[in-house]
């Protein structure tokens, strides 16, 4: 009786090869982790301080430290109604929303905010975009 050599041929690694990619580039978008941008984020933070003065027909304080934590606090409360840390850092940015949700800059360190935010749409200027 004769015996066969072991092993496979080139033809089958190619196929288990060319497998193994498909399979690969199907499960990539679900290994990709989406970050947002710090403008983003800080962005995404604004607009729920602005929906919840909006909501509640009150005055809020939306704060945003140096070390990324931010909290949205009504006016008529010392406890905030939201809050959480940024995965970005950078520099402090404090608004008054009305309860129509216009945007008023304070003062932070000194320095009013003015041109980083338009006070009607509560946008973020494009100067830091």
């Known amino acids: 009786m004769r015996t066969t050599p072991g092993g496979h041929t080139l033809l089958e690694l190619v196929v288990v090869l060319a497998i193994i990619g498909i ?19 800080t962005q995404a933070v604004i607009e729920a301080a602005r929906r919840t003065a909006l909501a509640n027909a009150r005055s809020t304080l939306m704060t945003i430290r140096t070390d990324g934590t931010w909290e949205i606090v009504p006016a008529t409360s010392s406890l905030p109604t939201a809050l959480g840390r940024l995965a970005h850092r950078g520099s402090p940015l404090a608004l008054d929303i009305s309860p129509v949700g216009i945007c008023r800059p304070v003062l932070v360190a000194g320095r009013r905010m003015e041109q980083l935010v338009n006070p009607l749409t509560c946008q973020l200027s494009d100067i830091i975009r």
């Open 23 to 41: 399979a690969l580039a199907a499960a990539a978008p679900h290994f990709a982790v989406t970050k947002r941008s710090a403008t983003e984020e």
